[in-house]
């Protein structure tokens, strides 16, 4: 007999969904006699739309055969509800992930030292960057790497967050991550510890060229650009070398001041949303005016795109390397009284020149590959100067000499 009450309810549902009163009276699935409430027409259509989720929860109360935690159960909810969107990049947070999102954002947590991205190609998560003296680098992991198990848990580029929260944890214990590096699997012991990140680091290379590698745009970046740029002034550098290789982006806000820095007075970048309003990020004509070259390569993404962008329009600089990531999107992330929170994909956005690179990626003025021994010997992170080509050829562009080696066949080799 108990089989005859789902459909029944069901049913009733579909009854209710036809009434169409201006305002009307809903009895309470618990109902009492005086359990009845008058609601705007609005507010029917909305209750309407997700009693689903109601009927839902309130049939697991009763038929199912032991007690459930219905925080979890709605909090499941609402990480399917942001899934149902279909785009990697809008996704909802938990208190714990976003108190995590938040470290992240400041540059310190507890963790294994690896940057990530979420690649819509593969729908994988890539590793863009390991942190050095990070227990990753110790581990063996690299830049390129696909993880695809933590703990033997697969995660995709979906579940990128759920990744990075069972990665971080409490310092000195480990974590088990398995990668795909080109067709094999590796497996990782990675033992977690404090991880402050470093965003930006500078050197002057020899002929007297500023070098900056900026690896996001997140925490004290600006203040470390900043810096450099200072430093390059008091150097009077003959050029300036700004490596924004595997950045995977970060805030918009803190790309365009360091812009501010070494771009003319303009537009840095557009953002136009679904109903077609647009925000423009303006900057003015104090700047650093050096002659200028951007190194990228298919892991430069978002900011990292908006800033090559603008560099390239107001043709400051020349972009050397391979196509950008191509991500013409941003998000906006949002903090709930609960603490939970959600990050979602709010607009596209637009080059100075106007230009839609969203699936597309920036094209480099100068198109050189890196060495694959030397990448396969060393990491990308780690290539030393004289084993970069993309950087001897940005040197060569400033009109300094370049010294590339290649690697050795025992080099590319040895582990």
């Not at 990292?304 to 941003?330: C, H, N, P, Q």
């Not at 106007?354 to 094209?363: A, K, L, M, S």
Request: hydrophobic fraction near 40%.
């Amino acid at each position: 007999m108990k089989r005859k009450l789902v459909p029944m309810m069901l049913a009733g549902a579909l009854l209710l969904s036809a009434t169409p009163a201006q305002a009307v009276t809903l009895p309470m699935f618990k109902q009492q006699e005086s359990d009845t409430v008058t609601i705007s027409r609005e507010e029917y259509e909305s209750y309407q739309r997700y009693q689903k989720l109601e009927m839902l929860l309130q049939l697991v109360e009763t038929y199912y055969y032991e007690d459930v935690d219905e925080d979890a159960m709605m909090e499941n909810a609402a990480v399917g509800l942001m899934a149902g969107i279909g785009d990697i990049y809008s996704v909802y947070y938990t208190k714990e992930e976003m108190e995590k999102f938040n470290e992240e954002t400041e540059g310190q947590y507890a963790g294994i030292g690896c940057q990530l991205l979420a690649d819509p190609s593969d729908l994988l998560i890539t590793v863009t960057r390991v942190f050095k003296g990070s227990p990753a680098e110790a581990a063996g992991i690299r830049a390129g790497d696909k993880i695809v198990y933590v703990n033997d848990e697969y995660y995709s580029a979906y579940e990128m967050q759920e990744a990075v929260n069972v990665m971080r944890g409490t310092p000195g214990e480990s974590v088990k991550v398995t990668v795909m590096r080109g067709l094999d699997t590796l497996d990782f012991d990675v033992v977690r510890e404090n991880v402050n990140i470093n965003y930006v680091e500078y050197e002057i290379l020899d002929d007297n060229i500023g070098y900056v590698m900026v690896f996001d745009f997140l925490g004290d970046a600006y203040e470390g650009f900043a810096e450099a740029i200072d430093a390059f002034k008091a150097a009077n550098v003959s050029g300036m070398i700004i490596d924004l290789r595997n950045n995977g982006g970060g805030l918009v806000d803190t790309c365009v001041n360091m812009a501010d820095l070494i771009l003319p007075e303009g537009v840095v970048v557009s953002m136009k949303d679904k109903n077609g309003n647009v925000t423009e990020e303006k900057i003015d004509d104090e700047y650093y005016d050096v002659p200028m070259v951007v190194l990228v390569n298919g892991y430069s993404a978002s900011a990292s795109e908006i800033l090559a962008g603008a560099i390239r329009d107001y043709k400051a600089g020349t972009l050397v390397g391979t196509k950008t990531f191509g991500k013409g999107i941003v998000q906006s992330s949002l903090e709930f009284v609960d603490g939970s929170g959600m990050k979602v994909t709010t607009a596209r956005y637009y080059t100075p020149s106007g230009e839609c690179i969203h699936g597309v990626g920036i094209e480099p003025d100068v198109e050189i590959e890196l060495d694959e021994d030397a990448v396969t010997r060393y990491g990308i992170n780690n290539l030393p100067h004289d084993h970069d080509a993309q950087l001897q050829k940005a040197i060569e562009l400033l009109g300094g000499t370049p010294v590339l080696a290649t690697a050795t066949p025992d080099e590319a080799e040895a582990e």
